[in-house]
């Protein structure tokens, strides 16, 4: 398994502002990968991350709106850009199971954030 | 259809009752299938892993039919420690080593 350190767990942001969302991890990592979660809704993957190259991006999200950093195989950030309202949401960041399996995946806590 | 659908419920049982629910998805080539368990304001977490045609683990079983192309989990003598939300998830048949979750089925256990 393995052990993810997110933060900030939570926070409240002015509209037009930025918050970056960190994730550390205690095993090297290849794969990172970061959710946004609506409340009661599932899981939608906003981009997958792997060190030394761009991170992959799913259909509606972009780099501009949330850039993405990997500098090392443990830790990653996830910028949320000049916020609005509809960003409130959950971030979460993920990390493939570090002993191979690469269909599961073990979570950070999560940052809740809410946009005035 | 959507590639992974499940009753968004809520499930609401006493203590002591069995349930069940399903999770149906599209692509009929899967092999593996997965329940994560999110309790409310928490993390998903690994609950059961489902590559052939069923797991049990404790109360917990996990079935799968792939004529009908569903997953069922199953939870036996329900604790009021299992009220949470139960996401199915699968695999994409591509390598891009994604995740597609489902919406989610919450439970409630009550005393």
């Known amino acids: 398994s393995a052990v993810i350190s997110q933060k900030p767990s939570r926070d409240i942001c002015q509209r037009g502002t930025s918050l970056t969302i960190q994730c550390q991890v205690d095993s090297q990592v290849t794969m990172m990968f970061w959710y946004r979660q609506q409340p009661g809704q599932s899981l939608t993957l906003i981009a997958t991350?792997?060190?030394?190259?761009?991170?992959?991006?799913e259909s509606g999200f972009v780099i501009d709106k949330f850039p993405i950093s990997r500098p090392n195989l443990t830790f990653s950030t996830l910028t949320v850009s000049n916020m609005s309202p509809e960003d409130s949401s959950i971030y979460l960041c993920s990390v493939e199971d570090p002993e191979g399996d690469l269909n599961i995946q073990y979570f950070g806590a999560g940052t809740r954030l809410s946009v005035l | 259809r959507k590639e992974v659908e499940q009753d968004p419920g809520p499930f609401n049982v006493p203590e002591g009752a069995t349930v069940a629910f399903n999770c149906t998805y599209s692509?009929?080539?899967?092999?593996?299938f997965f329940w994560y368990r999110q309790d409310c304001r928490k993390e998903p977490k690994l609950l059961m892993s489902v590559y052939s045609s069923g797991n049990e683990d404790g109360r917990f079983t996990a079935q799968l039919n792939r004529a009908s192309q569903y997953i069922s989990l199953l939870i036996r003598d329900s604790k009021l420690s299992d009220s949470a939300t139960y996401l199915c998830?699968?695999?994409?048949?591509?390598?891009?080593?994604?995740?597609?979750f489902g919406s989610g089925t919450r439970l409630l256990v009550r005393p």
């Open positions: 692509n009929s080539a899967s092999q593996s």
């Open positions: 998830v699968v695999p994409p048949m591509d390598s891009s080593y994604k995740l597609i």
């Open positions: 991350a792997n060190q030394g190259s761009e991170a992959t991006y």
